[in-house]
């Protein structure tokens, strides 16, 4: 009984605000007076820099995320940094890192390349908060594979890269794809460090997420359309990394047997 | 299961004693971000006379702050960078008397102290490639400085060199301290005596005043306090004008 109570103000109380964004959208009629042309700029140059980001991720995390899987190391501990940083220092450091004075940043200039108010720089900080959670997600599933196989297939005469390409990839690709989801998301997501860092200009640097901060006193009806959109989105993906992260385990478990 | 039951109450229990000490008032004071430091003084001044008061403050763009009070937020003192915020609380209903000018500012054109850019005077900030900073429009700092760069034939050139658009006047200097940003134009007072040795200030003998207004959302004496000479020694002293 008070389990139940409990739970129901747990789900109530999650449930809540996205429900308040849907109501106060139909109440307003708000799609009718939003501003269409800063939404439509900030969900371009959303999907566009996550893309770009999500192709890094991709490129830099899965070598890294199979190491960590291999050769268990305390690099993983160091990986996972940025998942429990508050945005503001992620931002932060990356203007000390990238910014005009900062370590690199510096050295950048001399080179004729200024990072901060860019769209590159939106990029950094998204792959910067995003490539943790795909990691982490990857090497689970590469994890996962018994080692039985893979040694199966080296004793049948495969190479390392055989076995990566016949074996391992065809296992763990619903945690990659599980993790890239979740990576998007967190990237999709990206706030603080993206202001403090990229900064706020519309069709450059302004992703919806700061559009959502940056017209809420002038255009509440816009910044409501637009957070509307990102809880679709949220949802969206919540259900496809859930639907994968269950099949990719039914896979493994079925290759063991 | 119990045990449980017991902490949520617990747990209850101790966030509504955040909320009220019951022998402490507390005035709630909503005011525009360039008044930070001088608020804080105030508030520290007003609280050694009225022992029984706790000043709570919150700190954002005049237009943000507007916003959330008009969506509700609890507010008992509402410190306006501009006039046009405060009308619309005045439209709403929401506020106790009448307002009041309780102080002015002047504008001020920054630069990083090493001014990689070489800006001197206003029309500088049209040469291309010149990274210029200002705040989200409906920010007051934003409105002032249209107001100036609309004098200037430059206009459109300035507007075009515009890096990003901040969310208030503190972020709009933060962003010129650390060096990222070639100029903005701010309020004189937030040149702050800690900002000195990263930003040089070059005073604008613009014809445009920024215009503080407070006014009281519920009855209470902060609102008179900042009114008072006391109260206007403190502003001047971190570099207002008299009303």
Known sequence: ????????????????????????????????????????????????????????????????AYSLATRPSWISAVIEMPIVLPPAVAGLGLLMAFGRRGILGRWLLEIGVSLPFSTAAVVIAQIFVAIPFFVRTAQVGFEAIPVTLKEAATVDGANANAVFRYVTLPLAWRALLAGMLIAWARALGEFGATILFAGNLQGETQTMPLLVFAILERDLNAAIWTALILVGVAMLVV???????????????EADQ | MRPSLHLLLLILLLLTSCQSEPDKNEIAVFA?????DSFNEL????????????????????????????????????????????????EAGLVEGTSHIFATNR????????????????????RANTRFVTAVRGVPIREYTETLLAEYTEYDAIIENIVSEEANVRQVVLKVALGEADAAIVYATDVTADLTDQIRAIQLDAPTIPRYHIASLNANAFTDFVLSDEGQAILQKWGFDAP
């Open chain 1, 1 to 64: 009984m008070l389990r139940n109570v409990l739970t129901t103000i747990a789900v109530t109380f999650i449930i809540i605000p996205a429900a308040a964004l849907l109501w106060r959208s139909v109440e307003q009629n708000a799609w009718q007076s939003t501003s269409v042309e800063a939404v439509q700029a900030a969900l371009f140059l959303s999907l566009f820099t996550s893309f770009i980001s999500m192709l890094i991720i991709l490129i830099l995390g899965t070598p890294l």
């Open chain 1, 239 to 253: 259900i496809l990394s859930r639907w994968l992260t269950s099949s990719a385990r039914a896979l493994v478990l």
């Open chain 2, 32 to 36: 525009a971000s360039s008044l930070t």
């Open chain 2, 43 to 90: 508030a520290t001044a007003f609280e050694a006379n009225h022992t029984d008061t706790e000043i709570v403050f919150n700190f954002a763009s005049s237009s943000q702050l507007a916003a959330q009070i008009l969506e509700g937020a609890r507010a008992d003192v509402f410190a306006s960078a501009n006039e046009q915020q405060m009308q619309l609380l005045e």
């Open chain 2, 107 to 126: 504008l001020v054109l920054i630069t990083p102290e090493d001014n990689p850019a070489d800006i001197q005077q206003v029309h500088d900030l049209a």
